[in-house]
């Protein structure tokens, strides 16, 4: 079993900055690929991001390329979705997801998911 609990969220203004981090435990937490996804209300969970387990390689979707960034620390078992030039349409709840494989993350499945938490960019 992998527990992710996520922090980070919190109302901000369209252009700002904001960091999310997710943190992992249990057994071998630290060989999980990672990602990221988000959900609006109405609408499906959507892939964000993801990174494999050693956060080498990372992957995103297209609609945030060159403004958020994926890294993992393995010592501190934690993920982190850096978020910069936020837009109103970024406006989601954020879920922090694990899997043995980066694959079936990018194919917007996983094994662990966390509770998610909200970010509300205002106009």
């Known amino acids: 079993q992998v527990q992710l609990v996520e922090s980070g969220g919190g109302l901000v203004q369209a252009g700002d900055s904001l960091r999310l981090y997710c943190a992992a435990s249990?057994?071998?937490?630290?060989?999980?690929?990672m990602g990221w996804f988000r959900q609006a209300p109405g609408q499906e969970r959507a892939f964000v991001a993801a990174?494999?387990?050693?956060?080498?390689?990372?992957n995103y979707a297209d609609s945030v390329k060159g403004r958020i960034t994926i890294s993992k620390d393995n010592a501190k078992n934690t993920v982190y979705l850096q978020m910069n030039n936020l837009k109103p349409k970024d406006t989601c709840v954020y879920y922090c997801?694990?899997?043995?494989?980066?694959?079936?993350?990018?194919?917007?499945?996983?094994?662990?998911w966390g509770q998610g938490t909200q970010v509300t960019v205002s106009p």
């Open positions: 990174t494999d387990w050693i956060g080498r390689n990372t």
């Open positions: 249990g057994r071998t937490s630290s060989t999980y690929a």
């Open positions: 997801a694990a899997h043995g494989r980066e694959q079936t993350l990018l194919d917007g499945r996983s094994q662990y």
